[in-house]
């Protein structure tokens, strides 16, 4: 059974913060069914925002679009709660942050990883991990959120995924030589995309995401129309632009698709 330490993890944090803006409480086990649903217990007890729940397996993970996330040990499983106060229309955009902070951080520490839109991170073109916020709403705003996010370390994977510990061991990379360093860079990095979004807003989280996202210039087919990724909308729809006839104007070329209506697929 894969273990976290506390006082490592801690370090980590210290080591790797630039600015402080949430004080983390840790709550470290080793399985657990889900830890954002640990996380939903612990907030109905009075947990305040940035409590945060780590685990390295989960008997009951969950995925987006209500799917299971597998959760074998070893793997990274954490949970973060914020109280960002944003207007629940926008409540895509914790996610977007997430996963523009997270690969960020994870490449400025050695780790090529790109975003697969909307909330998939990926290296090599392979699932690293995904993101699932889960959201309470009062009065039409987001009082409380949970970032969860599962990152694959060391646990097994399918063909079209990827661990941290193998694509590093085959590269002769040392970027995140712990599991400790790797929950750190994943918090670090939630934190720094939150932060962009409230304090910069959602243009610049934007244009940010799309730097990462490996899915521009793609092409997309969905129920005979044809067309070319070209960016992602603030509530986070994937805009890709058609090949009507010439007649047509340029805005009514550009279609928009939900995120969890459309996947844009793996290799192998
Ligand atoms: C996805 O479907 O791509 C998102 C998966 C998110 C999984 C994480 S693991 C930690 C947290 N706890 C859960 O039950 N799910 C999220």
């Not at 960002?84 to 690969?103: E, M, R, S």
């Not at 400025?108 to 909307?118: A, F, L, N, Y």
């Not at 995140?176 to 910069?200: F, K, N």
């Not at 940010?208 to 793609?218: A, H, I, K, P, T």
Request: charged letters at 15%.
């Amino acid at each position: 059974m894969t273990k976290i330490d506390k006082q490592q993890l801690e370090t980590a944090i210290q080591a790797g913060r630039k600015h402080v803006h949430l004080p983390f409480s840790l709550h470290l086990f080793d399985t657990v069914s889900s830890t954002n649903q640990i996380l939903w217990n612990l907030l109905s007890q009075g947990a305040e925002p940035g409590c945060t729940v780590i685990a390295t397996q989960q008997t009951a993970g969950r995925g987006q679009w209500g799917r299971q996330w597998i959760s074998d040990d070893g793997g990274l499983y954490l949970s973060l709660a914020i109280a960002p106060k944003l207007d629940v229309t926008n409540g895509y955009q914790l996610t977007l942050a997430t996963a523009w902070g997270i690969a960020k951080q994870l490449q400025e520490s050695g780790v090529p990883t790109q975003i697969k839109w909307p909330n998939d991170l990926v290296l090599k073109r392979r699932k690293l991990g995904g993101i699932l916020t889960e959201t309470k709403v009062q009065q039409g705003r987001i009082a409380q959120a949970i970032i969860g996010v599962g990152i694959n370390w060391a646990n097994p994977v399918p063909e079209t995924g990827i661990n941290l510990k193998t694509w590093q061991a085959l590269n002769d990379s040392k970027s995140i030589p712990t599991l400790e360093i790797l929950a750190a860079t994943v918090l670090i990095g939630i934190e720094s995309g939150i932060q962009c979004l409230l304090a910069e807003g959602a243009n610049i989280l934007i244009s940010r995401y799309l730097e990462l996202l490996s899915n521009m210039g793609d092409r997309v087919y969905h129920n005979d129309i044809a067309g070319t990724v070209v960016g992602v909308t603030q509530q986070g729809a994937l805009r890709v632009c058609t090949e009507a006839c010439e007649f047509v104007t340029v805005q009514s070329r550009e279609i928009y698709f939900q995120p969890g209506t459309i996947s844009l697929g793996y290799d192998g």
